[in-house]
């Protein structure tokens, strides 16, 4: 457990500085939602999934011999989200080429199946990536933010024999690492009214999926959910085998296996995160060498809005990039 009063925010390059206007958790985290900005130039593909069901790509097309990042979103994200389009933008402007990958169910269609998406889909994070790989990119690099993080986290550790041929690096942006902790956070005073933002789009898609699929889950549990919890217990839990939203929340959770991650990964989070406790992160001495932290002071949820009035995102693009340049083709091949 990390001792707060003793924890000095790790150093990032480029410093962020919140903006003096928009102290505090809660207003970093929303704020985003007013500044999103432009959509990059997309184009959209589609591609049928193992499974017989479907995914689809919002593509941002660069310059033919640059990187590629690939960016997971988070719970009930698209390409459309604040953050996605920050990135996607910056990667365009460089000439380089990104793609953001919805998750089933999340890029305006209802998906064919069952089942839907969740923070542990690693089995869906690995097909995904190795489909990407197969395209010869002269560097990968993957993304996840929020649930996508804990996502990409989670496939990073259960393959770590495998991924170095795979990616370059990774990063994540406020990953929920321990998801019990996340949802105890997210039922307690104000905060729950972010549980009633999600759900107020995740239960009318279960409630659709329940009428097409008859018998799967219990509908009246779906239409009592209040809280995250009550929504995994009824909906997330059933539909993707696990027993409850307890195991869920066990078998799900990237926390216990960062030690097994052995390819060059940031992991970005601000202690004022209001999603999840920082109590519950792991410390430096824990984490492997693969991995760099970057706590932060503040930026709330997936936030690290600066600069005047009215504020931008430029930051959070700016610190990926950063750390991706790194680790492209041409600095791998230096001595």
């Known amino acids: 457990m990390i001792n707060l009063n003793s924890l000095e925010p790790t150093t990032s390059s480029p410093c962020f500085q919140a903006a003096c206007w928009l102290r505090g958790a809660h207003l970093q985290t929303l704020w985003p939602l007013l500044i999103k900005g432009p959509l990059p130039p997309y184009r959209r593909q589609r591609w049928d999934t193992p499974d017989g069901d479907f995914i689809d790509l919002d593509w941002v097309e660069g310059v033919p011999g640059q990187p590629c990042v690939v960016l997971f979103h988070g719970l009930e994200g698209s390409s459309s989200s604040p953050y996605a389009r920050g990135l996607m933008r910056a990667i365009h402007a460089r000439g380089w080429h990104g793609v953001v990958v919805h998750f089933r169910g999340c890029s305006g269609e209802p998906n064919g199946l069952p089942r839907a998406y969740h923070s542990g889909d690693a089995a869906e994070i690995d097909w995904i990536l190795r489909r990407i790989h197969a395209l010869h990119w002269p560097a990968l690099f993957a993304t996840g933010v929020s649930l996508g993080g ?111 991650i052995n390819t060059p990964t940031l992991l970005l989070h601000a202690l004022d995160d209001p999603f999840l406790p920082f109590s519950v992160m792991p410390t430096t001495k824990n984490l492997p060498q693969e991995v760099t932290p970057d706590f932060l002071a503040q930026g709330g949820h997936v936030g690290f809005v600066q600069g005047t009035w009215p504020g931008n995102m430029a930051w959070l693009p700016q610190r990926l990039l950063a750390y991706f340049d790194r680790y492209t083709a041409y600095n791998l091949r230096m001595p």
């Not at 995250?228 to 216990?256: I, K, M, N, Q, W």
């Open 150 to 260: 804990n996502a990409l986290l989670k496939w990073l550790a259960e393959n770590a024999s495998e991924v170095s041929r795979l990616l370059n690096a990774a990063a994540t942006v406020s990953a929920p690492v321990d998801l019990a902790a996340a949802e105890n956070e997210l039922a307690r005073g104000l905060k729950r009214g972010y549980a009633r933002y999600f759900l107020r789009s995740l239960v009318p898609k279960a409630l659709e999926k329940a009428a097409r699929f008859p018998g799967l889950v219990d509908v009246a549990a779906i239409k009592r959910s209040r809280t995250l919890r009550e929504f995994d217990e009824a909906v997330t839990a059933p539909l993707h085998g696990f027993r409850d939203a307890a195991d869920y929340y066990a078998r799900a959770s990237a926390g216990p296996l960062l030690h097994m």
